[in-house]
């Protein structure tokens, strides 16, 4: 399956699961490290960077059991530390293997991580606060490689909140000698989901205030089994498809409170959202209003990896729109594609200016990154005609099926 395949003029109407968090699973997966003992993840979503991480743990030595959406990893022995370069240079996210590592056995090594094409992606940040806790860090331009005699606590206070960077000092605070105070840390919610996991194997984070966490490092953790939360970036993505293309959904397991902002969005663009029990219901039946100016950041601000999803549904809204992208540089990719299909989006610096009103048409487009491949499903829901988006294996990275999802929601969309 190379492509999704797109019949536009869609509206949607229906209701789907949502999958098992990305960007909670894979640092869930990697703080499994620091566990003598097997641990059961439930609800791990299908998709290629957790067969990546899978991967990865398998060759430093984990046993790895992945049955549907259970994985098993039992990490008693641990025989080496160099993680393989094909899959970290293929997922960024394999740089969240240096803290727990350090942690467990005192070394890594690992070639420069990859991931998404959405601008600079330096890991500056991780290495300093590692440093702090008492690793040695080398970088020979290829490989990275940090050892240490035995991590200790400290104060640890982030130039700025990087999601990465926070789950990597959480992940070699929770076995460090004495406590790490860590300042101006993220506060995206899969930070929470990995403390919880940590928690359950007996580690001792406390939140102390906004963006403050005060870990004491343990002896040992214990294994446990943990339920992967529902993917908010996901639920997101198919609630600005809704906002696109119009429609009435219910997004069952859709997390409630973590995506406040989009919800906000939402509504000023014209749709209804409530927050049930059980998830979250969302209806666009009027016209569909620009939302004025709007700008990405850390939680609780509108999330970055929302940005190409919303700009799709921005081209069609009534009245000029502006996102500005304040997370990544160069996270506009898809702007060329989109425009294309008649989006007519000026980008200046990091500010995209969508005139609004636009009636897209169906063609051939190719996805570049995750998010920017979601955001040329959700505009060909709504071009006229047909879409083919090629390259479909980036949408792959984040969404488990999204041709399956969006059928659920009553569109006509085909692996190509
Ligand atoms: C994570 C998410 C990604 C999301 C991003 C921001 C995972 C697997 N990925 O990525 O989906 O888009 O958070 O919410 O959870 N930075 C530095 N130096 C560093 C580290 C980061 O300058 O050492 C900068 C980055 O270049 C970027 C910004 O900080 O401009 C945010 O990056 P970060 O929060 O670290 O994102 P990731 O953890 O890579």
Redesign the pocket.
Known sequence: MKSVYIRGNASLYGEVTIQGS???A??IMAAALLVPGECVLRNCPRIA?VDHMCRILRSIGCRVDRKGRQIRIDASVLKDSRLPEESVTRM??S??LMGPLLGRIGEVSLSHPG??V???????????ALSRMGAVCRDDGDRLSAVSAGLKGTLVRL?????????NVIMAAVLADGATWLENC?R?P?IGWLCDFLIHCGASIERTGPGRLLIRGKKRLHPCAYSVPADR?VAGTYLCACLAAGGEIFLKGAPAGENDALEKIAEQMGAQVRKTRTGLWARRAGPLRSPGSVATG??PAF???LQSPLLAAMAQAEGESRLQET???GRFGVVEELNRMGAGIAVRENTALIPGGRRLTGMRVRAAE??GGAALVIAGLCARGDTLVENRFYVDR?YEDICRDLRMLGACVQDG
């Open positions: 990305k960007n909670a894979l640092p960077d960024r996210s740089i969240m991931g998404c959405i601008g600079d992606r330096p890991i500056d940040l991780h290495v300093k130039a700025y909140p990087s999601v990465g960077a926070t789950e993220a995206e899969e970036i850390s939680f999330p970055t990896d997370v990544f540089n995750l998010r984040g």
